[in-house]
């Protein structure tokens, strides 16, 4: 099986998948987000060989709008077969302006989701998404329900400590890169909730989007083992952003690969079709 070099990978690896976030489709065929979407997928269709997955952490279209859903499947459907099964959570873009109910409506119907928040077992590996469930301009709000589902979510299995995947659009305060205070682009109202949730399932890995900061800016992997899990800034495959506090073209997301012993999550250049050796990390497992 190759890797994005090119090079087989090792055969001891149990799991692969592939984490994209915020692609901003645009209705315009021609839009440069769009163009670093069909390179993204094209490379995950090139290096992607077995994967069990690609997991997309929101932010699909630029303004929830039906002619950007539209491009979204135009640009998937090009790979055809070539590209492993899609899995999806909303973004702020997808439905937090306009009406809620018929931009969240919109959102399941055009991306084929199933709900707001879903899970799924994935080869023996749990994976879990969360979503919001109000329309916020920039923000998610999780109820308590949904909150509640997750607690018994990550607790299923626990026992094998194996990690779990858990995606959602928006970061926890002060955690990875562009989550910071002073950097304005965390998001979850109820940010005290889900932390305390996530402390008590030290297996889970979350991988976040909404930040759009570089892959090779300091702090996109974020542990505190015994008091938090591990938090990864996935990028962004249309933009990024600095932290010089500036926009920067670029296309990145990550592939990661599942280890007896320990997770390797890989920064991946899609434009350029190059690793980005400031965004190689290893969480060991098991973790306490």
């Not at 087989?8 to 976030?21: G, W």
């Not at 506090?245 to 999550?265: A, N």
Request: glycine share 8%; proline share 3%; charged share 25%.
């Amino acid at each position: 099986m190759a890797n994005g070099s090119g090079e087989r990978r090792d055969e001891n690896v149990l799991l692969a998948f592939q984490v994209i976030t915020d692609t901003h489709v645009r209705a315009d065929a021609r839009h440069t987000y769009n163009v670093n979407l069909e390179k993204a997928l094209q490379d995950i269709a090139t290096h992607g060989t077995g994967s069990a997955g690609v997991m997309h952490v929101g932010d699909v279209t630029d303004h929830g709008f039906p002619e950007e859903f539209e491009e979204w499947k135009r640009i998937w459907s090009q790979h055809g077969d070539s590209l492993p099964p899609l899995y999806m959570t909303m973004g702020n873009h997808d439905v937090g302006l306009g009406n809620w109910e018929e931009r969240s409506s919109r959102f399941l119907y055009e991306t084929g989701t199933e709900s707001i928040y879903h899970d799924h077992w994935i080869d023996g590996y749990h994976f879990i998404f969360l979503g919001t469930e109000e329309g916020l301009e920039i923000f998610c709000s999780l109820s308590e329900q949904q909150l509640a589902w997750l607690d018994a979510k990550l607790g299923e299995n626990a026992a094998a400590d194996r990690p779990v995947f858990l995606f959602l659009h928006q970061p926890l305060k002060n955690t990875v890169a562009g989550s910071y205070e002073e950097q304005k682009w965390y998001g979850v109202v109820q940010d005290a909730e889900l932390r305390a949730v996530l402390a008590r399932h030290p297996q889970t890995i979350l991988f976040t989007g909404h930040t759009h900061w570089e892959l090779q800016a300091p702090n996109n992997y974020f542990t505190r083992q015994g008091e938090l899990p591990a938090m990864f800034n996935a990028a962004s495959v249309a933009y990024l952003w600095t932290d010089e506090d500036k926009h920067k073209d670029g296309s990145q997301g990550y592939y990661v690969e599942v280890y007896k012993d320990h997770v390797s999550v890989r920064g991946r250049d899609f434009t350029r079709g190059e690793w980005i050796e400031a965004a190689k990390f290893r969480v060991d497992f098991p973790r306490k």
